[in-house]
Nanobody
Framework: QVQLVESGGGLVEAGGSLRLSCAVS????????MDWYRQAPGKQREMVAH???????NYLDSVKGRFTISRDDAKYTLYLQMNGLKPEDTAVYFC??????????????WGRGTQVTVSS
């Protein structure tokens, strides 16, 4: 059973920084493309950042220049460095990705989320 577990959320003042982590655990062969999503109260879930297995990235326009997604495949961990946080970044942040479970089989998984709250 594969699990994605986020950590690193919390309460921070506007302008501050947080680093989110997403650890992939369980029985699997390899990790594919990974994303960070977020969902604010009353809003739809949106993709914040994407990283491929080769390290190519793209970002939601509103976080470009402030957030950085990265991965450490040796540690099976995904990161999101968030700088210059704004109150509008307040949301539950979710890790999402594709994992090769056995042989040629790939499956997508969601983490349970970590709360990020930015005070003004």
């Amino acid at each position: 059973q594969v699990q994605l577990v986020e950590s690193g959320g919390g309460l921070v003042e506007a302008g501050g920084s947080l680093r989110l982590s997403c650890a992939v655990s369980g029985s699997f062969v390899s990790i594919g493309n990974m994303d960070w999503y977020r969902q604010a109260p009353g809003k739809q879930r949106e993709m914040v950042a994407h990283i491929t297995t080769g390290g190519a990235t793209n970002y939601l326009d509103s976080v470009k220049g402030r957030f950085t997604i990265s991965r450490d495949d040796a540690k099976y961990t995904l990161y999101l460095q968030m700088n210059g946080l704004k109150p509008e970044d307040t949301a539950v942040y979710f890790c999402y990705g594709w994992v090769q479970t056995t042989g040629p089989q790939w499956r997508d998984y969601w983490g349970r989320g970590t709360q990020v709250t930015v005070s003004s």
